[in-house]
């Protein structure tokens, strides 16, 4: 919650400055291929300002989840605007695959017969009817 | 989900089996229409090169991207990918940041049309695919990657690398039930120079520039010129290609990209902006300020970085401001 009013605070902020600009810092005299793509997506202010907050968001929470802070660190560098984004909003409820072995007792059944009717393959040992 | 759950518990288990099956039966209809339209697929494939690695408890993602990887020419084990995707907590590894670790170990990695055609033609052009599977139902999922590496249209299979199983062979239909769960996730990470067949020229250009960012301005060259060949008319690829020759020391090949890229543009402000410092630093301060004062005159966005530009090569030519 803390974390929703805190960015829509920063958000709200940042938009009411959005007619001063956000101009690159004048020191390279050469633009970069990733300024111009992004420059190209039309709500590029908001864009930037969602992305400087996702990352911090991530990083942390990638570490409450068991990720050391040097390879969150890493991790976050590697992700783009729109996959920071996406992990900003939906870390939680991302699917994350991991396993073909481990299912509870009680769909075993289910499982068994969606295997064999060639729903799922969870088991190694079924073979689907055609 | 919960109302599902909910609704189970006060169920009796024959009622939650056929339930279940209610909700589970739908079509593979992508099966069923591949069969019929697929006369632009080899009737079968089979990728038998691509590497196998037999993915530790919860490590299908570190597992499929090292072999991935590995058919790409990047050799790399699971291990070493490990820190880079695995979320201990999840026990698994999520999609943004399998391509992400395709990118960091210099694979253009993008994701590829939801569709089995899509999937199925970039296996047969050479191209292993990898995806995320829920091997069970949606309430008690199971998420997995497995990477596609061929199939068999007349038998109706797909092959794959997957978990423990180094030539898993699937009714194309599981798999599609299977996939579809994922909303047909797949990704390819392919070494910088090769394009895949199936991606648009939008989603092309976002994953090279990206792939610049994170890999570096000689592995992006390589991709750059590919994809410039195959979308000449793209500016935001001139740039890329353009950038990345610079920054490898060609700047004529560099200069060609910007000069295209106006033409391509005539209003692009960084696109004559970079073509003045490049063509300042080649000695060619007429031509390099006209088109700094252009990039000027253009305004917009990146007014200052051009006059920045403009003022370094006209103290540099030794002439003032005027």
Same mark, same amino acid.
């Given at each position: 919650?803390?974390?929703?009013?805190?960015? @829509?605070?920063?958000?709200?902020?940042?938009? &009411?400055?959005?007619?001063?600009?956000?101009?690159?810092?004048?020191?390279?005299?050469?633009?970069?291929?990733?300024?111009?793509?992004?420059?190209?997506?039309?709500?590029?202010?908001?864009?930037?300002?969602?992305?400087?907050?996702?990352? /911090?968001?991530?990083? &942390?929470?990638?570490?409450?989840?068991?990720?050391?802070?040097?390879?969150?660190?890493?991790?976050?560098?590697?992700?783009?605007?729109?996959?920071?984004?996406?992990?900003?909003?939906?870390?939680? &409820?991302? /699917?994350?695959?991991?396993?073909?072995?481990?299912? @509870?007792?009680?769909?075993?059944?289910?499982?068994?017969?969606?295997?064999? @009717?060639?729903?799922?393959?969870?088991?190694?040992?079924?073979?689907?009817?055609? | 989900?919960?109302?599902?759950?909910?609704?189970? %518990?006060?169920?009796?288990?024959?009622?939650?089996?056929?339930? =279940?099956?209610?909700?589970?039966?739908?079509?593979?209809?992508?099966? %069923?229409?591949?069969?019929?339209?697929?006369?632009?697929?080899?009737?079968?494939?089979?990728?038998?090169?691509?590497?196998?690695?037999?993915?530790?408890?919860? #490590?299908?993602?570190?597992?499929? =991207?090292?072999?991935?990887?590995?058919?790409? *020419?990047? *050799?790399?084990?699971?291990?070493?990918?490990?820190?880079?995707?695995?979320?201990?907590?999840?026990?698994?590894?999520?999609?943004?940041?399998?391509?992400?670790?395709?990118?960091?170990?210099?694979?253009?990695?993008? !994701?590829?049309?939801?569709?089995? +055609?899509?999937? =199925?033609?970039?296996?047969?052009?050479?191209?292993?695919?990898?995806?995320?599977?829920?091997?069970?139902?949606?309430?008690?999922?199971?998420?997995?990657?497995?990477?596609?590496?061929?199939?068999?249209? +007349?038998?109706?299979?797909?092959?794959?690398?997957?978990?423990?199983?180094?030539?898993?062979?699937?009714?194309?239909?599981?798999?599609?039930?299977?996939?579809?769960?994922?909303?047909?996730?797949?990704?390819?990470?392919?070494?910088?120079? %090769?394009?895949?067949? !199936?991606?648009?020229?939008?989603?092309?250009?976002?994953?090279?520039?990206?792939?610049?960012?994170?890999?570096?301005?000689?592995?992006?060259?390589?991709?750059?010129?590919?994809?410039?060949?195959?979308?000449?008319?793209?500016?935001?690829?001139?740039?890329?290609?353009?950038?990345?020759?610079?920054?490898?020391?060609?700047?004529?090949?560099?200069?060609?990209?910007?000069?295209?890229?106006?033409?391509?543009?005539?209003?692009?402000?960084?696109?004559?902006?970079?073509?003045?410092?490049?063509?300042?630093?080649?000695? #060619?301060?007429?031509?390099?300020? #006209?088109?700094?004062?252009?990039?000027?005159?253009?305004?917009?966005?990146?007014?200052?970085?051009?006059?920045?530009?403009?003022?370094?090569?006209?103290?540099?030519?030794?002439?003032?401001?005027?």
């Amino acid at each position: 919650m803390i974390q929703k009013i805190k960015r @829509l605070f920063v958000f709200a902020l940042m938009t &009411s400055f959005t007619f001063f600009g956000f101009t690159q810092t004048v020191q390279a005299a050469m633009i970069g291929t990733d300024q111009v793509h992004a420059a190209q997506a039309s709500t590029e202010n908001h864009a930037k300002i969602a992305a400087a907050l996702d990352r /911090p968001e991530v990083m &942390s929470h990638l570490e409450k989840l068991g990720v050391t802070r040097a390879d969150a660190e890493a991790r976050v560098a590697a992700l783009t605007d729109a996959e920071a984004a996406t992990m900003a909003g939906q870390i939680d &409820s991302l /699917p994350a695959g991991g396993d073909v072995i481990g299912v @509870l007792l009680t769909i075993f059944v289910v499982l068994l017969i969606t295997d064999i @009717l060639g729903f799922t393959k969870v088991f190694p040992f079924t073979r689907s009817v055609r | 989900m919960i109302a599902i759950g909910d609704l189970c %518990r006060r169920m009796s288990a024959p009622a939650v089996v056929l339930l =279940l099956l209610f909700l589970l039966v739908g079509c593979a209809t992508q099966t %069923r229409s591949l069969q019929s339209t697929a006369a632009h697929l080899p009737r079968r494939a089979e990728l038998a090169a691509t590497p196998f690695f037999a993915q530790e408890r919860y #490590q299908c993602g570190p597992a499929a =991207l090292a072999m991935s990887l590995g058919a790409a *020419g990047i *050799g790399i084990t699971p291990e070493i990918l490990v820190p880079q995707v695995y979320v201990p907590e999840r026990e698994g590894s999520l999609p943004p940041e399998m391509l992400a670790a395709g990118r960091r170990n210099g694979a253009v990695s993008v !994701t590829i049309p939801p569709k089995l +055609d899509a999937l =199925l033609t970039e296996v047969s052009r050479g191209n292993p695919v990898i995806v995320l599977q829920n091997l069970s139902i949606p309430m008690s999922p199971l998420w997995h990657y497995a990477v596609v590496i061929g199939y068999d249209l +007349d038998a109706s299979d797909v092959i794959l690398r997957s978990g423990t199983t180094e030539r898993l062979v699937m009714p194309l239909r599981t798999f599609e039930h299977t996939w579809a769960r994922s909303n047909h996730w797949a990704m390819v990470a392919l070494p910088p120079g %090769r394009l895949p067949v !199936t991606v648009e020229e939008g989603g092309m250009t976002s994953a090279l520039v990206a792939f610049e960012k994170t890999a570096g301005p000689a592995a992006a060259r390589k991709a750059y010129e590919a994809a410039v060949q195959r979308w000449p008319d793209n500016v935001t690829l001139q740039l890329g290609y353009g950038n990345t020759a610079y920054a490898t020391g060609d700047k004529t090949a560099a200069v060609t990209a910007f000069k295209r890229a106006t033409e391509l543009q005539p209003d692009s402000a960084p696109a004559f902006n970079n073509l003045a410092t490049v063509l300042a630093e080649l000695g #060619q301060f007429d031509a390099a300020r #006209q088109a700094a004062e252009k990039a000027v005159s253009l305004g917009g966005p990146w007014r200052d970085a051009a006059a920045a530009t403009l003022k370094d090569i006209e103290a540099r030519h030794g002439k003032r401001v005027r």
